[in-house]
């Protein structure tokens, strides 16, 4: 016999053995005449104490069970940007903590209709088990999935279905495919769940170390096809001449069809000193044909720092010598703002006056990592992001009293491995007239999604709403458009100084300053140096 289980606030299961035929259960919720909302409150945040600074938390009220207890974690090396909840009194025991956007709840009292389900309880303990974690996965998706409709579908019935499928199954990887094969008729690649092993190592990632091959993939949303990001810096995966844009077909042998990026990820982790063999599908360029490349790497330690900064000479085209100081941030982890805080001031030490904020293939990570970035850069109550729930309402999230670290001029870098808390980040200092984007359109993925550790120590992972510009603008599936683009003809227009630097010798030049975009970035910031100086 099943105990009453607590879903939510306002949806409440009780399920119990019917005599006498002890393999069928009862089912009996409260049905909400519709779907429930998810308020995503208005949010001010406080700026950050500029002397010492912090990660400060972010709470946005709601009402939320007293039986569900919160704690926010980092996925500083994935693609989603996370709002992270723990259900009941399983408390996340690693210390990577951070916070979101906001939190899920029930925003009133459900207006209830009795509705019973029945279906067969599993002899199979194991099976049993996952059982009781699906009716947990149906009800938060049922109360915070961004789609009321479900993808036109009959969710009460979706969870009657699943568990009759589940009844003759003897192992908990069959039954955790059952739920996995339900969430897919969503329609929504980024609602998912991962078993307790998977979820594991999902946290340990979180952590910022890990052993593995350094390399960041993506699900690609119109062909779920698994895509590389990008790679750390130095990491094996690096080394071995893995690129932006690959596709990753094939791992130690098995086939990657229908495998989710979490489950990749998992594979390609491994302990250090071991290896990996990994096949991937490329093109030498555009109008060539595919080709699929065989690559075996090595796994080692990685340490995941989000911030490398240098400062580049830069002479003006009046002649003046002067220092641009260059900032790249790979991942939105939970010490982002801070370390990119003491990179700043170490280079207004070095007398630097403008910036290069790059984030190219940076894939995103925590939300709340991405609005405190861009506080280091903006002053006053600006409006950082909308979201969406899914009523179709709009929230703002603003700053409050903000005061910019410096508001020397800058430039931010983008490309189509620019993604998520990336494109907000760049959409917020855009839309508020702090920065000029140079690059290419980014990748464009604007929704948020939760995760849920539930009872058994799986994940669930569902998308709860989307987010547009400052401006208002569509991120999802779309993407955001740079002021200035990498070309060969915009590079034809740069100023002669910008045209020694493409003839001088390899040896003469640093990488950084015979890299395209970043002479491009250099010419915008000439020109708001002129336009400045005229206005002064």
């Not at 508020?432 to 120590?457: C, M, P």
Request: include cysteine; hydrophobic fraction near 35%.
């Amino acid at each position: 016999m099943f105990s009453p289980i607590q879903v939510s606030s306002s949806t409440h299961l009780k399920m119990e053995t019917l005599s006498p035929n002890p393999d069928l259960t009862l089912l009996n919720f409260t049905n909400c005449r519709k779907p429930t909302s998810l308020p995503l409150s208005f949010h001010r945040f406080s700026n950050p104490d500029r002397s010492g600074y912090k990660q400060r938390c972010v709470s946005l009220s709601c009402r939320a069970s007293s039986s569900s207890r919160h704690r926010h974690e980092p996925e500083p090396d994935r693609d989603l940007d996370l709002i992270i909840r723990t259900i009941g009194s399983r408390l996340l025991s690693f210390a990577a903590a951070a916070v979101a956007v906001s939190s899920i709840c029930c925003d009133s009292p459900a207006v209830a209709e009795s509705l019973t389900v029945a279906f067969p309880v599993s002899r199979a303990r194991e099976v049993n088990t996952v059982q009781r974690t699906l009716v947990e996965a149906w009800g938060l998706i049922r109360e915070t999935f961004v789609d009321p409709t479900f993808n036109h579908q009959d969710w009460d019935s979706r969870l009657q279905q699943t568990m009759v499928e589940m009844f003759p199954l003897r192992s908990a990887d069959a039954a955790y495919g059952k739920i996995k094969g339900m969430l897919s008729t969503l329609g929504d690649p980024f609602t998912r769940i991962i078993s307790p092993k998977e979820y594991q190592s999902f946290r340990i990632g979180s952590e910022g170390n890990l052993q593995g091959v350094g390399l960041f993939i993506n699900s690609e949303p119109k062909t779920g096809h698994l895509v590389v990001m990008s790679c750390i810096e130095g990491s094996p995966a690096d080394r071995a001449g893995i690129h932006e844009g690959e596709e990753l077909v094939e791992i130690n042998g098995e086939k990657l069809e229908g495998v989710d990026s979490e489950a990749a990820a998992q594979k390609l982790r491994g302990r250090a000193g071991t290896s990996v063999t990994v096949k991937l599908k490329s093109a030498n360029d555009p109008g060539s044909d595919f080709h699929i490349r065989e690559v075996e790497i090595p796994r080692e330690f990685i340490k995941l720092s989000p911030i490398s900064s240098a400062i580049i000479p830069h002479r003006t085209p009046d002649g003046n010598l002067t220092k641009t100081g260059y900032v790249k941030l790979s991942a939105f982890s939970q010490t982002a703002a801070s370390d990119m805080v003491n990179a700043i001031h170490e280079m207004e030490n070095e007398d630097v006056h403008s910036y290069i904020l790059d984030l190219r293939n940076n894939p995103g990570g925590l939300v709340k990592a991405g609005l405190d970035v861009a506080q280091i850069w903006l002053d006053g109550d600006e409006t950082l992001v909308y979201t969406i729930d899914r009523d179709g309402i709009a929230e703002p999230i603003n700053m409050i009293d903000g005061h910019a670290v410096t508001r020397d001029p800058l430039v931010v870098l983008v490309n189509e491995g620019s993604a998520s808390a990336s494109e907000i980040l760049a959409g917020a200092l855009h839309d508020n007239g702090r920065a000029i984007l140079v690059g290419h359109r980014t990748f464009g993925k604007g929704k948020i999604q939760s995760v849920t550790e539930l009872q058994d120590g799986s994940a669930l992972f569902v998308t709860v709403a989307k987010y547009l510009s400052p401006s208002l603008q569509e991120i999802d599936r779309v993407g955001i458009a740079p002021d200035v683009q990498c070309t060969t003809d915009i590079l034809s227009s740069l100023s002669t100084q910008a045209l020694i630097k493409t003839t001088r010798s390899a040896s003469s030049v640093s990488p950084l300053e015979a890299d395209s975009c970043i002479m491009v970035a250099e010419h915008q910031l000439d020109v708001q140096r002129l336009i400045n100086g005229s206005a002064s």
